[in-house]
């Protein structure tokens, strides 16, 4: 079969070898696809492969010979899936992937933001430490993760390995699963329950109609102003101009954001700037390992569709 990657740079910008994908048929790999391309691109595949670039029912529609369309990464909504199963052409996703990853940069930034690292290294590269009368000095409050309650926001597997770590630092863990299921040493609670108690909240969950700017400003009013929000699920979950507000005016103590609403953002993004908020560029997934991994699960896909038993098909 020919397959076709629209935009394979983020997945390998050539630290792997794509040789396990083209033992699979012809393939031809591309960078990045334009939208007017997309079509041009993916013409003469069976198999198109697609991390985020756009698949609509339009394009799909145009395109006659294709079989398989498989998405490099966990959420697929990059895909028009209904158009894809009228079609009876399924779409497949590769789950769980970049777990490990995703939950050490939740604490990544969440260190950032209580234990200053950054800000002290810098104090420390300046001379301050050099030309202190003291052994030690801090320009902000320390604080131990072990005196705090984290909330979390859907307990799939990320949220349930946040969980986990979280009580190995020693803190209480809350959670909110629109499905409610016992979990060892996490205690559910509704919505606003969580929002007000958390000392730290840590989102994982889709992005859905119900989901989008689920942080707003109602909710960011409820939280304490001590509190701090940590996002490594989805930009439009969290209303970007309610957030920056709240951060300027201190209504909570900080945000850690790994993903934001508009990817590359605009220059002109209201985060931007703000002191305490730390922003790093969609890289939670990205550790050389995960996209490993990312890789590998993506060809066991296409062989299990060869082999007439797809698997992790999403829109079955």
């Not at 979990?183 to 929002?195: P, Q, R």
Request: aromatic share 6%; hydrophobic share 40%; proline share 6%.
């Amino acid at each position: 079969m020919n397959i076709v990657v629209l935009d394979g740079y983020t997945l390998n910008p050539g630290d792997l070898s794509w040789t396990p994908l083209q033992s699979l048929g012809h393939c031809e790999i591309y960078d990045r696809t334009p939208d007017n391309l997309v079509v041009q691109y993916a013409a003469n595949s069976e198999i198109v492969l697609t991390n985020k670039t756009l698949l609509t029912s339009t394009i799909i529609e145009q395109l006659p010979k294709l079989q398989y369309i498989g998405v490099l990464a966990t959420g697929y909504n990059v895909v028009d899936t209904q158009a894809a199963r009228e079609r009876n052409i399924p779409v497949t996703n590769v789950p769980a992937y970049s777990t490990p990853s995703v939950v050490q940069m939740v604490f990544a930034l969440l260190l950032e933001l209580t234990r200053h690292v950054g800000l002290h290294a810098e104090g420390v590269r300046a001379g301050r430490w050099s030309n202190h009368a003291d052994f030690c000095y801090w320009d902000k409050p320390l604080i131990a993760l072990e005196s705090l309650t984290i909330g979390i926001v859907g307990m799939g597997h990320i949220g349930q390995s946040v969980a986990k770590v979280a009580q190995s630092f020693g803190m209480q863990v809350l959670a909110y699963q629109r499905t409610p299921k016992p979990i060892a040493g996490v205690k559910n609670v509704d919505l606003d329950s969580l929002f007000q108690q958390s000392d730290v909240i840590s989102l994982h969950c889709p992005l859905t109609p119900e989901t989008q700017h689920l942080i707003n400003a109602q909710r960011l009013a409820s939280m304490k102003p001590s509190a701090f929000l940590i996002n490594t699920s989805r930009g439009p979950v969290v209303d970007e101009t309610a957030l920056a507000q709240a951060l300027r005016e201190n209504q909570i103590a900080g945000a850690g954001l790994d993903v934001l609403a508009t990817e590359p953002p605009k220059p002109d993004n209201p985060l931007f700037g703000l002191e305490n908020c730390f922003i790093t560029p969609h890289i939670a997934w990205a550790t050389q390992t995960a996209r490993q991994t990312l890789l590998d699960m993506t060809v066991a896909n296409i062989q299990a569709f060869i082999q007439g038993k797809p698997q992790n098909v999403v829109n079955s």
